[in-house]
T-cell receptor
Framework: DVKVTQSSRYLVKRTGEKVFLECVQD?????MFWYRQDPGLGLRLIYF???????EKGDIPEGYSVSREKKERFSLILESASTNQTSMYLC?????????????FGEGSRLTVL | RKEVEQDPGPFNVPEGATVAFNCTYS??????FFWYRQDCRKEPKLLMS???SGNEDGRFTAQLNRASQYISLLIRDSKLSDSATYLC????????????FGTGTRLLVSP
């Protein structure tokens, strides 16, 4: 079974803190993604990576950065957390060779910024 | 206009009912279409791909209408376990790296 593991299910941080969200996948997938999900807005792509050390901006990259030093790990960084970054963060991976591009998601990290 | 639009629902149906959801997309160059299912407080999972010729998987049928730019999902003989949010997903062009998600349609199946 494909497994995408997010390091923290629930986090509470204060405004201005630096936040790291870690994601690890065990299926040797080339592509990894970070989404945030908010009520009424659905899933929105923050960043994605199609290879080690490669990254591409998604639709809402402002206030975020990412790191992909190893194929299996994709980290999302909030340099200075703000209250409008309170959200559910979902990491996903996919296989470039897949004929469906199926995304496999982690269980999500619910971040609250006070 | 949103790239992918869905009726948020909820659709409340009794067990055994047939229910259908539509999803419209704005980019006529969109190539690939999918339905994902998301249970409450869980991550989304692929339910089925949507092919030009339509496709069926057990009680679920998905169809694509390129002329009118919508896809549909039909669920027959609804089960309590079908209660979930159904997300319409579209790729804006070729390749799968940037999927665009709809906000989802919530289905509640009652006894």
């Amino acid at each position: 079974d494909v497994k995408v593991t997010q390091s923290s299910r629930y986090l509470v941080k204060r405004t201005g803190e630096k936040v790291f969200l870690e994601c690890v996948q065990d299926m040797d997938h080339e592509n990894m993604f970070w989404y945030r999900q908010d009520p009424g807005l659905g899933l929105r792509l923050i960043y994605f990576s199609y290879d080690v050390k490669m990254k591409e901006k998604g639709d809402i990259p402002e206030g975020y950065s990412v790191s992909r030093e190893k194929k299996e790990r994709f980290s999302l960084i909030l340099e200075s957390a703000s209250t409008n970054q309170t959200s559910m963060y979902l990491c996903a991976s996919s296989d470039t060779g897949s004929n469906t591009g199926e995304l496999f998601f982690g269980e999500g990290s619910r971040l609250t910024v006070l | 206009r949103k790239e992918v639009e869905q009726d948020p629902g909820p659709f409340n149906v009794p067990e055994g009912a047939t229910v259908a959801f539509n999803c419209t997309y704005s980019n006529s160059a969109s190539q690939s279409f999918f339905w994902y299912r998301q249970d409450c407080r869980k991550e989304p999972k692929l339910l089925m791909s949507v092919y030009s010729s339509g496709n069926e998987d057990g009680r679920f049928t998905a169809q694509l209408n390129r002329a009118s730019q919508y896809i549909s999902l039909l669920i027959r003989d609804s089960k309590l376990s079908d209660s979930a949010t159904y997300l319409c997903v579209v790729t804006p062009g070729t390749g799968f790296q940037k999927l665009v998600f709809g906000t989802g349609t919530r289905l509640l199946v009652s006894p």
